[in-house]
């Protein structure tokens, strides 16, 4: 497939902000997300560059904008704010080739790359995008958590049948009387 700068930017433009708010300590770099994505964009139209020179470009149009946090009192130092961004636009170029390889399919349809992953025996937790995370209700003694998450901070079931009636009330009748009990 051939290298589409227009894509790429597209690409880029959609995925890079949600990536990087989501890399280890984004949140230190989020007022300057909106300049790594330029800056991303901006480096991979370098002609000639190779990755890690366009990676430097990225890194040395944050560090200014670092320094400029630090002067205002931001409590974190530009080594920090490059370590930082530099996992992300690493991360962030993973995504973009991720999405550029990605193959359309219809609902419902299995590729051929994906079953082999089942067929090989993949291991339990190791399928990308799914949480295989065992569940209280997994567990011996667990309880059903009727898909609202994790159990495990829940209080104590109530003792007795959950359709007794509090005490004192009468239970509630269940008969069908055609309607001569409804109130007007």
């Known amino acids: 497939m051939k290298f589409s700068l227009s894509r790429f930017v597209e690409i880029v433009d959609r995925v890079a902000p949600a990536v990087l708010a989501v890399v280890p300590n984004g949140d230190k770099i989020a007022p300057l997300i909106p300049k790594i994505v330029h800056g991303i964009k901006e480096a991979q139209a370098i002609k000639g560059a190779s990755g890690a020179e366009k990676k430097q470009h990225v890194l040395n149009t944050i560090t200014d904008g670092a320094d400029v946090a630090a002067a205002a009192g931001v409590k974190v130092s530009s080594e920090e704010i490059t370590a930082i961004a530099s996992k992300g ?10 999405v550029e390889g990605a193959k359309a399919t219809r609902p419902g349809e299995v ?25 209280s209700s997994d567990l011996p003694g667990g309880r059903a958590t009727h898909g609202h998450g994790s159990g495990d901070n829940l209080p104590p079931a109530p003792a007795g049948d959950v359709n007794d009636p509090p005490s004192g009330d009468p239970p509630p009748s269940r008969a069908f009387d055609g309607g001569a009990n409804r109130k007007p």
């Not at 636009?89 to 991720?98: N, Q, R, W, Y």
């Not at 051929?112 to 937790?125: D, E, N, P, R």
């Open 89 to 98: 636009i690493d991360t962030v170029i993973e995504a973009v080739h991720v």
């Open 111 to 135: 590729t051929a790359a994906s079953s082999s992953a089942f067929a090989a025996g993949a291991a339990t937790g190791s399928l990308p995008g799914v949480d295989t995370a065992p569940r």
